[in-house]
């Protein structure tokens, strides 16, 4: 059985990403005549996955509690020896990015990493693009001459879904028997407040805080107005926040609706993790800071000072309402 | 506890230049070890016990010096795999050499309770060689580890997810993926520096791995790239405000525009 230019989605746990990524994927085999895939790892509606662009939809079962990437692998790569799509697109999430791998290595083909857009030639052969060197570069890359052409996509940065309301399709449940390696023993749901990568809002601090103390008033102010709190590498290393709330290179990447960088330089290693942002706010003292050209709106003067007289301001406005 | 550490040599500054075909020029630029590597090392050195602590690096052949630094923190065994053959790999054909250079070092790989890694190379930012590598030498894998504990002969970590921490437990041998500064690489000391000195570092070519031409490098990588384009580096139009109390007022409207 010769390859085809289908496209096959691997949904990760996070429907909102997934659907997006059907759309896309939709969109994309129009181009190169394709059917798509939606094949998905967890329990869910599969009249979703049809109406954002699914031709047919796996329900794989009985992998809810497996943790074992490795035994994933080994189950999607055995059905996609079987099917032989041409795409095959996977959540840049850590599990996305940990199974996608392994399949690939079973399958000996080529994977694209964290891939910020996709583009489907007429042939078939996908162009992926993806940043590089620290955002610095955006490198499009191919697998021309192996299938399937797969590739991990960096969540949230695909359009929003959209849904045909009288699409439909194929939808069949496959049982997947597993035996696991890895076994899980145990999780702590990260608390919400730590959940970065999904805030609206995020205010992060850099070394111009000073200290940890300053970092309990930037989660204060958080906390007031329904976001999160970030950190700079440099505040991280000199221990006024924990890792967790690292941004950038070497932390996480953060998309929110309005950022607020307080007291942050601007470092190239930074503002890859944050200049996805709708809105950026820059507070610093230094008008000559290179954040500032990397913000919507800046304002410029000691943080303390802005933020205090504004967290006065801001609470008297509540007590209006 | 035998435990092999995969290092990645990466450039410290972040204006590279490439060649035509995209391979990037690493010769001017200095090295650093990768930071998650530092972590994956610090954990071996912790847990080898009356083991063994073997590093491996694929990469250019002036990687001598770094290396030397690890032997002196109490690695027993440092090898460099380097052959111009091996440049422009991908994650898939660096994951290759590196699972040809695991077997050649031990007769079998039951030689080895563990090789760790980092979770990221700070350069590529894939994070696809330990899967892919764990792959090739069929063994069980997690990435994404904070920490790595030993219970009745199993492996205990905990893995950082989105959602949360993961516990999870497996056996040996297996691949472990470890994040940048769960375990801050000790210092050198001047005993270990004296007698890293005096060790060999063990070197291996292409032809010592028995590895064909297409195998490797770019030759034997599926993915190609294609172009390269600078990116925007988003500098946008910034509106500074005129007084602190102009920002103040911005601010709020700003806060109260971002729906719930
Ligand atoms: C391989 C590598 C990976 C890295 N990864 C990351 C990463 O993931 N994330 C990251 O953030 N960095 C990372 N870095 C570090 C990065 O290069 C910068 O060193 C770091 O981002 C600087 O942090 P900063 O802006 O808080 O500190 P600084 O550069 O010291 O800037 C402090 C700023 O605060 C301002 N300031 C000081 N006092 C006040 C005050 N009272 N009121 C208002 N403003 C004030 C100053 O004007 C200055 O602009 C990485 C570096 C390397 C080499
Ligand atoms: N050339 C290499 N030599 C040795 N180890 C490597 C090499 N490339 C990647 N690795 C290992 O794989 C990890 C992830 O790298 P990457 O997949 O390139 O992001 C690194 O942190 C290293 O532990």
């Given at each position: 059985m010769i390859t085809s230019n289908d496209i096959w989605v691997i949904g990760d746990k996070q429907i909102k990403y997934d659907l997006a990524l059907l759309s896309k994927a939709h969109s994309m085999a129009e181009v190169c005549a394709g059917k798509v895939f939606a094949v998905m790892l967890?329990?869910?509606?599969?009249?979703?996955?049809?109406?954002?662009?699914?031709?047919?939809?796996?329900?794989?079962?009985?992998?809810?509690?497996?943790?074992?990437?490795?035994?994933?692998?080994?189950?999607?790569?055995?059905?996609?020896r079987e099917n032989r799509p041409g795409t095959v697109l996977f959540q840049a999430t850590v599990r996305g990015r940990a199974i996608a791998p392994a399949v690939a290595a079973l399958l000996s083909t080529g994977l694209t990493a964290d891939c910020i857009d996709l583009k489907m030639e007429e042939s078939g052969l996908l162009l992926q693009k993806r940043p590089a060197l620290g955002d610095s570069i955006i490198a499009e890359i191919v697998c021309d001459k192996l299938r399937p052409q797969m590739a991990t996509v960096r969540p949230g940065v695909l359009e929003d879904p959209t849904f045909q309301e009288k699409r439909t399709g194929k939808v069949s449940i496959i049982p997947i028997e597993i035996n696991a390696l890895v076994?899980?023993?145990?999780?702590?749901?990260?608390?919400?407040?730590?959940?970065?990568?999904?805030?609206?809002?995020?205010?992060?601090?850099?070394?111009?805080?000073?200290?940890?103390?300053?970092?309990?008033?930037?989660?204060?102010?958080?906390?007031?107005?329904?976001?999160?709190?970030?950190a700079?590498?440099?505040?991280?290393?000199?221990?006024?926040?924990?890792?967790?709330?690292?941004?950038?290179?070497?932390?996480?990447?953060?998309?929110?609706?309005?950022?607020?960088?307080?007291?942050?330089?601007?470092?190239?290693?930074?503002?890859?993790?944050?200049?996805?942002?709708?809105?950026?706010?820059?507070?610093?003292?230094?008008?000559?800071a290179p954040i500032l050209q990397y913000a919507d709106y800046a304002i410029v003067g000691e943080w303390r000072h802005i933020l205090e007289q504004w967290f006065l301001s801001y609470q008297e406005r509540k007590v209006c309402i | 506890m035998n435990i092999i550490v995969c290092i990645k040599l990466v450039p410290s500054v972040m204006n590279l230049t490439m060649d035509q075909e995209y391979v990037m020029q690493r010769d001017r630029v200095v090295q650093v070890i990768n930071p998650a590597d530092e972590a994956a090392l610090e954990a071996a050195l912790?847990?080898?016990?009356?083991?063994?602590?073997?590093?491996?690096?694929?990469?250019?052949?002036?990687?001598?010096?770094?290396?030397?630094?690890?032997?002196?923190?109490?690695?027993?065994r440092a090898v460099l795999i380097t052959d111009?053959?091996?440049?422009?790999?991908d994650t898939y054909a660096?994951?290759?050499?590196?699972?040809?250079?695991?077997?050649?070092?031990?007769?079998?790989?039951?030689?080895?309770?563990?090789?760790?890694?980092?979770?990221?190379?700070?350069?590529?930012?894939?994070?696809?060689?330990?899967?892919?590598?764990?792959?090739?030498l069929k063994l069980p894998f997690v990435t994404n580890i904070t920490k790595i504990n030993f219970n009745q002969g199993k492996i205990v970590c905990s893995r950082r997810l989105e959602e949360g921490i993961e516990e999870?437990?497996?056996?040996?041998?297996?691949?472990?993926?470890?994040?940048?500064?769960?375990?801050?690489?000790?210092?050198?000391?001047?005993?270990?520096?004296?007698?890293?000195?005096?060790?060999q570092?063990?070197?291996?070519?292409?032809?010592?791995?028995?590895?064909?031409?297409?195998?490797?490098?770019?030759?034997?990588?599926?993915?190609?790239?294609?172009?390269?384009t600078g990116q925007p580096q988003g500098i946008r139009n910034v509106t500074i405000a005129k007084n602190i109390d102009e920002g103040i007022a911005r601010l709020s409207e700003l806060i109260a525009e971002v729906p719930l």
């Open positions: 967890y329990e869910t509606d599969p009249d979703y996955c049809i109406r954002a662009g699914a031709d047919e939809v796996y329900l794989l079962q009985g992998l809810e509690k497996i943790a074992d990437d490795a035994a994933i692998a080994h189950a999607l790569a055995s059905l996609l076994t899980k023993t145990g999780f702590m749901p990260a608390q919400s407040s730590e959940l970065l990568s999904e805030a609206k809002i995020i205010i992060a601090g850099g070394v111009g805080i000073g200290s940890r103390e300053g970092f309990e008033y930037l989660r204060e102010i958080a906390l007031q107005i329904g976001g999160c709190v970030g700079s590498r440099a505040a991280v290393d000199a221990g006024y926040a924990p890792y967790t709330w690292q941004i950038g290179q070497t932390g996480i990447a953060v998309k929110p609706n309005l950022y607020i960088a307080v007291g942050i330089s601007g470092a190239v290693h930074h503002l890859v993790g944050m200049n996805a942002s709708d809105y950026i706010v820059a507070i610093n003292r230094d008008a000559k | 912790r847990l080898k016990g009356n083991g063994s602590v073997t590093v491996i690096t694929m990469g250019k052949p002036s990687g001598d010096d770094e290396l030397r630094s690890l032997l002196a923190r109490g690695v027993d111009k053959a091996f440049a422009g790999a660096t994951a290759r050499t590196l699972s040809v250079a695991v077997n050649s070092l031990g007769n079998n790989l039951e030689d080895f309770d563990l090789i760790l890694c980092g979770r990221r190379a700070i350069d590529g930012e894939t994070g696809q060689v330990p899967p892919e590598l764990a792959i090739l999870l437990e497996l056996g040996t041998p297996a691949i472990l993926s470890l994040c940048e500064y769960s375990y801050p690489l000790r210092l050198a000391t001047i005993l270990g520096l004296q007698k890293a000195r005096r060790m570092i063990i070197t291996l070519s292409r032809e010592m791995l028995g590895l064909k031409k297409e195998e490797c490098g770019l030759k034997g990588s599926p993915t190609r790239v294609r172009r390269i």
